[in-house]
């Protein structure tokens, strides 16, 4: 069956602009998590979509970043005017519950 | 403050050796623990879990320990294998957040 899906899976950009990050999660799932893993860090959380319930917004690190969740399935991740400490491997996880979340391969995000 | 704790970096060990990778916890309400695995390029993917109601759990080669006094666990790996070589995450389940919380993970080298 299909996973997790994420697009692009690598993406370069400048600084400054802007960039969104797609995630296609397991269907059926109503959990999404949205996590960010800079290098030689652990897996730092981000926003979690449950359901039609508000999003845990807690762990975005600014207001330049937001996501959405449309119909209760894909997942955007929108970085607006990027700065080089966003670079990172961004990993969107779903699930049905916190238990045994099925990750994605990850966007790695270069910003020059 | 970090909440799950690997205190090691990394590890390297002998191919057909035992392989411990270790994780401390702060919160006494975490009452269950994950570990995932993760292959450069690719998201984590579900190991092995245990609930606090146990102190062990076994799934073939992988071996996770639980000792709910010292707020610590351990995976054991054995025999080790080349392809076990990867980066571990522990992971706790915050159920007041529905969230996990990761350990910065360890890198494990298995070598021949």
């Known amino acids: 069956g299909a996973g997790v899906s994420q697009s692009p899976s690598n993406k370069v950009t400048e600084k400054g602009k802007d960039v969104e990050l797609r995630c296609d999660p397991i269907?059926?799932?109503?959990?999404l998590y949205w996590y960010r893993q800079s290098l030689g860090q652990g897996l730092e959380f981000l926003i979690y979509?449950?359901?039609?319930?508000?999003?845990?917004k807690s762990g975005l690190p600014s207001d330049r970043f937001s996501a959405e969740r449309t119909g209760g399935s894909v997942s955007t991740l929108t970085i607006q005017r990027t700065q080089q400490e966003d670079s990172a491997v961004y990993l969107c996880?779903?699930?049905?519950?916190?238990?045994?979340?099925?990750f994605g391969p990850g966007t790695r995000l270069t910003v020059t | 403050d970090q909440q799950v704790k690997q205190n090691s970096p990394s590890l390297s060990v002998q191919e057909g050796r035992i392989s411990i990778l270790n994780c401390d916890y702060t919160?006494?309400?975490?009452?269950?623990f994950l570990w995932y695995k993760k292959y450069p390029a690719e998201g984590p993917t579900f190991l092995i879990s245990?609930?606090?109601?146990?102190d062990k759990n076994e799934d073939g080669r992988f071996t996770v320990f639980l000792n709910k006094s010292a707020k610590h666990l351990s995976l054991h790996i054995v025999p080790s294998q080349p392809g076990d070589s990867a980066v571990y995450f522990c992971?706790?389940?915050?159920?007041?957040?529905?969230?996990?919380?990761f350990g910065t993970g360890t890198r494990l080298q298995v070598f021949p």
């Open positions: 992971a706790a389940v915050d159920h007041n957040t529905d969230k996990l919380i």
């Open positions: 979509f449950q359901g039609n319930s508000a999003p845990d």
């Open positions: 245990i609930s606090s109601i146990k």
């Open positions: 919160n006494s309400m975490f009452d269950y």
């Open positions: 269907s059926g799932h109503t959990a």
């Open positions: 996880a779903s699930s049905l519950a916190a238990y045994e979340q099925y």
